[in-house]
């Protein structure tokens, strides 16, 4: 039990620390804390604007979510055997924070501008990347205790509602990155 207890309060500290790394980088890498438009918000809903992805939530949070419930599978697959489900999250949250500092940096943003319906996408705010991170433990966590069936009735409704709410959800924003379908863009543009 007192194992267990240590092992949770490393893996809590350890996680503290990813997130506070990833902050302290992104702000040095030049993003804003925050908005440029000087408020937070806990919801902004329109995909098109100089809002999105510089408050708290968005339609992007569904997949961030997503990303939870997949780091929980895949953590669970390949490192069960040799750790803690919260050990296993710290891995997740190191890989999310890993991607959080790429999709902020020029490459990726010029490549969403080029690739995908996100033309006037600038990164995100310091305050959503660490939003998107949470997100991604609350993906993992509830994965963790609901029945593998649920989260995955639960990552297809989200993609289903996020492709009918704006023509975008976490599949079509991989194949958008990695293989755009010129098609596909100008459906998405279409909203």
């Not at 649920?150 to 599949?171: C, G, K, Q, Y």
Request: aromatic residues 10%; charged residues 15%.
């Amino acid at each position: 039990m007192r194992r267990h207890k240590q092992s949770r309060r490393r893996a809590l500290i350890l996680i503290a620390l990813l997130l506070l790394a990833t902050a302290v980088t992104l702000l040095a890498m030049g993003r804003p804390p925050i908005c440029t438009c000087g408020t937070v918000k806990f919801w902004e809903g329109a995909v098109h604007s100089s809002g999105n992805s510089q408050h708290i939530a968005d339609w992007y949070s569904f997949s961030h979510i997503i990303h939870g419930f997949l780091f929980y599978a895949l953590t669970w697959w390949l490192l069960r055997q040799w750790m803690r489900v919260e050990t296993r999250l710290a891995v997740a949250v190191a890989i999310e924070a890993g991607w959080e500092l790429l999709e902020n940096s020029p490459v990726i943003i010029d490549r969403y501008r080029t690739a995908t319906i996100a033309l006037g996408y600038t990164g995100d705010s310091v305050l959503n990347s660490m939003s998107d991170i949470l997100m991604m433990m609350l993906g993992f966590l509830f994965a963790a205790r609901a029945p593998a069936k649920v989260t995955l009735l639960i990552a297809i409704l989200f993609e289903l509602f996020t492709l009918v709410m704006i023509r975008d959800n976490l599949t079509l924003n991989v194949l958008m990155l990695t293989w755009p379908v010129e098609a596909i863009r100008h459906w998405q543009a279409a909203l």
